[in-house]
């Protein structure tokens, strides 16, 4: 099984990028074989994951994911091929739509037919990475470089995966992508609702089985009930983001972090196999912080076992 964990960390520290190495190096000592980071309005994630594929030779390492408002694709190629050939391989580019009051609150843009502009964002993109060129005119987007994209040592061509759940972006998704970053997914909702869609497009376009990396938070714990509560307050920033709400209300539950796994070691080993039963090829991990340092340690040990 192949097994992740997505990094992060919010306490007080003297350097946000030592801080995540030391926690990727934990990881893989662990037995863990992928590291991800998100994008947020600080660092920059593409970076990150470089240099902890860097700093971790075989770690395979990815952004889960890169908003594609406010980025032009020219521009997330050449992060993209040069982490690759940094990392030797092992890079992964997750995109995303975003989120509507981040993208016309921070960058001033209208979140206008937001699967329309992934669709072109996604067609230049697909050229760049794998022709090393594009002369792509669309509506939103015109990406036509006079000077060479191509990065030496950008090999195999970077896997572009893309964090969409509605119908209408899984279908742009399994067209032009190597697979889908869903989170807040629940295994009834990842089996019904998002693996069928997305092999579907991929089978009519002609494309490979999709990847399904499945993003689900949890924690091992000996305090479920403290840490359940936490993950409720933490995860609350989801609650108001319309294609969270969506998958969030199709597993039955009202809040994100219901949709967390918390709970003891054969807990957590019994949520990992539900996510793949449910068609899931790679799970990921994510707030694993939740019940604090000890307990993302044993996290990752189990984790790692697993994996």
């Known amino acids: 099984m192949t097994i992740g964990v997505s990094l992060n960390t919010t306490t007080g520290v003297a350097n946000y990028v030592d801080a995540v190495v030391e926690q990727a190096r934990a990881a893989a000592a662990a037995g863990i074989r992928s590291a991800w980071v998100g994008q947020r309005l600080d660092y920059d994630a593409a970076t990150l994951a470089t240099v902890l594929g860097r700093e971790l030779p075989g770690l395979h390492v990815g ?3 890169i908003p594609v408002f406010g980025r032009h694709p020219v521009l997330v190629s050449s992060q ?10 092992h890079f992964h ?3 995303a739509l975003g989120a509507r009051f981040i993208v016309e609150k921070t ?8 699967v329309a502009l992934l669709r072109e964002f996604l067609t230049s993109l697909r050229a760049l990475l794998d022709t090393g060129t594009a002369d792509f005119h669309g509506d939103r987007l015109t990406v036509a470089p006079i000077l060479p994209v191509t990065v030496p040592g950008a090999q195999p061509t970077v896997p572009v995966l ?17 697979g889908t970053l869903p989170y ?9 609702n998002i693996v069928p869609a997305i092999a579907q497009a991929a089978e009519e376009a002609g494309r490979p089985a999709p990847r399904i990396v499945a993003f689900v938070a949890g924690t091992v714990t000996a305090n479920a009930g403290e840490v359940r509560e936490k993950a409720l307050r933490d995860m609350a920033f989801y609650d108001q983001i319309p294609s969270y709400q969506r ?3 199709l597993a039955g539950a009202q809040h ?5 796994v918390i709970g003891d070691e054969s807990a957590i080993a019994a949520g990992v196999r539900s996510y793949f039963d449910a068609g899931a090829t790679e799970v990921v991990f994510t707030q694993t912080d939740l019940g604090g340092p000890e307990d993302q340690a044993r996290t990752f040990e189990v984790l790692g076992g697993l994996a």
């Open 63 to 65: 952004t889960s994911a």
């Open 247 to 249: 998958v969030v209300s």
């Open 162 to 178: 893309v964090a969409a759940m509605g119908p209408k972006a899984l279908r742009v998704t399994g067209e032009l992508a190597d």
């Open 93 to 95: 580019l997750g995109l």
């Open 256 to 260: 994100a972090g219901e949709l967390a």
């Open 80 to 89: 993209a091929q040069t982490a690759q050939a940094a990392t030797h391989g």
């Open 107 to 114: 960058f001033g843009l209208p979140f206008e037919r937001p």
């Open 184 to 192: 807040l997914a629940s295994p009834r909702v990842l089996g019904e």
